[in-house]
């Protein structure tokens, strides 16, 4: 038999015991568990962001994964902890503030769950992560009955990534990401129209700079800017060989708009 895959996304970071604590919770069910980290390194408290990434990252995996999400500002609160079930056979498991909406929404939910995080001993209020998300995880991986932790629940918070707005010769979006090489990933999916070759580009009406419309990073030459449709198949704002991010001051929820340019 296959073993079962978790998928794990927090904002948790490398720093500290909590991935490993996490990860422990999990296998103290199920040792056969194939846990793959997704990242832990969403900006803290992002939920967009984070809601995104697990986004881009659950369609590629195989069905019957279980992806456990943590970006949880509102951990010890009246806020439900989830267990979303989908067509596909993935199961999303995390709180109720929006984060798994958007991937479980794209793999057709089928039910919805409240984990009776009330039922579960030893939890801690601020780590649900661990003590409640993880440990479900672990139980559901292992195959265990959890119908006595669990009740039917309708969603409160269905969290819809932002779409751009589009004008004549212009265009806002937001900045949902910047990956490990400083490009500023945006919500416009698909890429600008053939006919825009330059635009100038805006950070919060901000004029930052002129960029070329491309297809790939060396089309400019060693720190030049670039716009272009990356491996997300989302538009970036990249600088080839450099930073972005650093470049211009950008962060994920930024406001980013291009212009395109007549010259």
């Avoid at 422990?24 to 194939?34: F, H």
């Avoid at 659950?58 to 989908?86: H, M």
Wanted: hydrophobic share 45%.
């Amino acid at each position: 038999m296959n073993k079962p895959i978790v998928a794990l996304l927090t904002d948790f970071g490398d720093v500290d015991t909590y991935v490993a604590e996490v990860k422990a919770t999990i296998l103290k069910e199920t040792r056969d568990a194939v846990l793959v980290d997704i990242t832990h390194q969403v900006y803290p408290q992002n939920i967009l962001q984070g809601a995104f990434l697990l986004a881009l990252a659950a369609k590629t995996f195989p069905s019957n994964t279980i992806f456990v999400a943590v970006i949880d500002p509102g951990v010890g609160s009246e806020r439900a902890a989830l267990i979303i079930e989908t067509m596909s056979g993935k199961t999303f498991i995390g709180p109720d503030n929006g984060l798994l909406y958007p991937a479980a929404s794209r793999e057709k939910i089928r039910q919805v769950f409240r984990i009776k995080s009330e039922l579960i001993p030893n939890v801690s209020n601020t780590f649900h992560g661990r003590d409640v998300f993880a440990y479900v995880a672990g139980l559901v991986a292992a195959g265990k009955d959890i119908s006595h932790l669990t009740e039917p629940y309708v969603l409160t918070v269905q969290l819809q990534l932002p779409k751009p707005v589009w004008g004549d010769g212009w265009v806002d979006s937001v900045v949902l990401h910047v990956d490990r090489f400083g490009n500023a990933i945006t919500c416009i999916e698909g890429g600008l129209p053939s006919d825009w070759l330059i635009a100038e580009v805006y950070v919060n009406d901000e004029w930052k700079t002129v960029a070329k419309v491309g297809r790939f990073y060396a089309e400019v030459g060693m720190g030049e800017p670039i716009l272009l449709v990356g491996g997300t198949g989302y538009l970036e704002l990249s600088v080839n060989r450099g930073n972005a991010s650093k470049t211009f001051g950008i962060k994920p929820g930024d406001r980013i708009s291009f212009v395109k340019s007549r010259a």
